[in-house]
């Protein structure tokens, strides 16, 4: 224990200060105000021994979170590589036809874009697109004026601020301790242990206590530097406040164990030393301390922000932007050649709970409102037909057609007896939502939706495997422009029926004005937009340009097939000399070589 000299009964000094010339010390129950006191006398060599172990404890603390910070939290994940990849990301996964939605038809990067919670692709790049929102950076368009600072960009700033000022009452605390215990430096120790009033420190425990301090100063630094790149990396709102208080308890860790571990008399003595009185060589630069503060804290927060905080920002602006900048409401896909195409998509032409599909599955649920929906889920009786039914799960379009056991309508009345319960309105569903209207009761109400060229493709076909019956997978004689096969609709077990029609189709041009020619002209026009310039057979003796291309509609059987066309043969025969090549195929068998 160091000695010391009882001072009670000295003098007091003569020489009187003025406040202005003066700085006062006060002591605080904190470990490095209790060590300055240890071994003095005033503590048992026991208490002295455990003041020393929590300012060592507390410093090895301090060092091992500061080392866990900067190894392993202060690299924000928004970096220029994140950019990159996300950039590449959606360009080959994000817009591809693979992961558009089967039932609604949305691309991956409008459901992504828009939040949805049903993503059943792109989770890790939706979450991060989700923490980017949450921090408050929107998508900017280039044409945009350049965005302010989000709104979690500002809260940083407020924690950094705190954060800041945090440091710097623990780093002018340090100073402080340090400059009383410099300015009673002197031989010896001097205490009046009854005043409990610190006097004099010998030299030896002065430079022990500036080495304990730089220790501390140093730490400290580390600690504000490293919370300052950690907050800055903090890209969740939420976060920033509960790390923020949690970079403040690391830097009190000594305090809170100093409270815990220490006897009431260490701290009961601690908080009863009179201040230190430390003359001032300069007082008038004590009027510039707080000034000098404000600039401190000022400069530090705004070098986080340009060095940290900013770069992450922009970094979080390119992200938002390379995921849901530009037009997302798009779809592509590449042939077996390498092109690729694109598909537009409409967000009005699929609303998710107005589809079928969904309609379905909702009401087949029994949740609350399901109830409230026209039956629409088509549930199977028989244990047969569940054999059967399973059989269609996984088969493409034609597949499931040349799969499908029966040529009947959807809504034939056989099938739901049979144990397919709400088969046909289904299909009065589907046909509703295919062509956009709730007039249809029937497949028999949708004949003139069969030929309408005015929709795409694939509804003609689509309403097909609906209704094969109504719209002539059986018949030859309907002059439909939709070539009949799996692959465009009808059930493959339609085509015995369609054959016996065509061998009794004679081989003769269809008149002027009868159905079957009036139907094949009229889609023949709604396809190519404009009207031939005869009504008759005559009109297929040159090409007829729609698609981009002119067909001849006799010679040219194949190619139109392969398009989903049917050529003018069964219509008109003659013209397409049925008669000259036998066994032509799509001409009627009747035509025969004379």
Known sequence: ?????????????????????????????????????????????????????????????????????????????????????????????????????????????????????????????????????????????????????????????????????TVTNELLSIVS??????????????????????????????????????????IAAMLGVTGIRYLAAT???SELILNTVALEVVLHVDDVFFTLLMPHKVLSAVDRMEEITVNLARP??????????????????????????????????????????????????????????????????????????????????????????????IRVSSDVLKQVIVEFEGRNFESRNDFMPVCLDSDHPILES???????????????????TDHLDSCTSAEAYCDDWSYLAYNLWRIRALCPTTCGCKEALTGSLVAVSSKYGCPVVCSSDYRQSLQQRNCSDAEPGSAMLTNYMRSLAELRNGTLDTETCEAFLAPVDFDGLAYDMCADHEAL?????????????????????????GCPPRCVHP
């Open 1 to 165: 224990m160091e000695p010391s000299q009882n001072l009670a009964d000295q003098e007091p000094n003569s020489g009187k200060a003025t406040v202005e010339d003066v700085w006062n010390y006060k002591f605080e129950g904190a470990a490095w105000d209790a060590s300055a006191l240890a071994g003095l006398g005033i503590f048992s060599s026991q208490e002295s021994m455990l003041i020393v172990f929590c300012g060592t404890f507390s410093l090895l603390l301090q060092t091992v979170f500061a080392i866990i910070l900067y190894e392993n939290m202060i690299e924000n994940i928004f970096t220029d590589q994140l950019v990159q990849e996300l950039r590449d990301w959606r360009v080959l996964f994000g817009h591809s036809s693979e992961f558009v939605d089967s039932i609604t038809g949305e691309p991956l990067m409008v459901g992504l874009c828009s939040g949805s919670q049903s993503l059943m692709d792109g989770r890790a790049q939706a979450e991060i697109y989700q923490s980017v929102v949450s921090y408050g950076v929107r998508v900017q368009d280039d044409a945009s004026s350049p965005a302010s600072l989000p709104a979690g960009a500002w809260l940083a700033l407020l924690a950094l601020l705190v954060w800041t000022a």
């Open 177 to 218: 301790l340090t400059w009383a215990m410099i300015s009673l430096s002197a031989d010896k120790t001097e205490l009046d242990a009854e005043n409990l009033s610190l006097k004099r420190i010998s030299r030896c425990r002065s430079v022990m206590l500036i080495l304990t301090s730089a220790t501390r100063l140093i």
């Open 235 to 237: 890209a969740s709102v």
């Open 284 to 377: 008038w630069m004590s009027c510039l301390r707080h000034f000098g503060i404000v600039a401190f804290i000022a400069v530090v927060v705004l070098f986080s922000h340009l060095v940290f905080l900013q770069p992450m920002v922009d970094r979080m602006q390119e992200t938002a932007d390379v995921l849901c900048g530009g037009n997302t409401s798009f779809s592509f896909f590449k042939d077996a050649a390498g092109f690729v195409f694109m598909r537009d998509y409409s967000a009005s032409s699929s609303v998710q709970s107005e589809t079928y599909a969904y309609r379905a599955v909702f009401e087949a649920t029994g949740l609350k409102g399901s109830r409230d929906l026209q039956p629409s889920a």
């Open 418 to 436: 049979s144990g397919l319960q709400n088969f046909g309105g289904a299909a009065v569903q589907l046909l509703q939502e295919i062509f956009q």
């Open 561 to 585: 097939y392969g398009s989903g066309y049917a050529s003018a043969r069964s219509v008109c025969p003659i013209t397409c000399g049925c008669n000259a090549v036998p066994d032509r195929p």
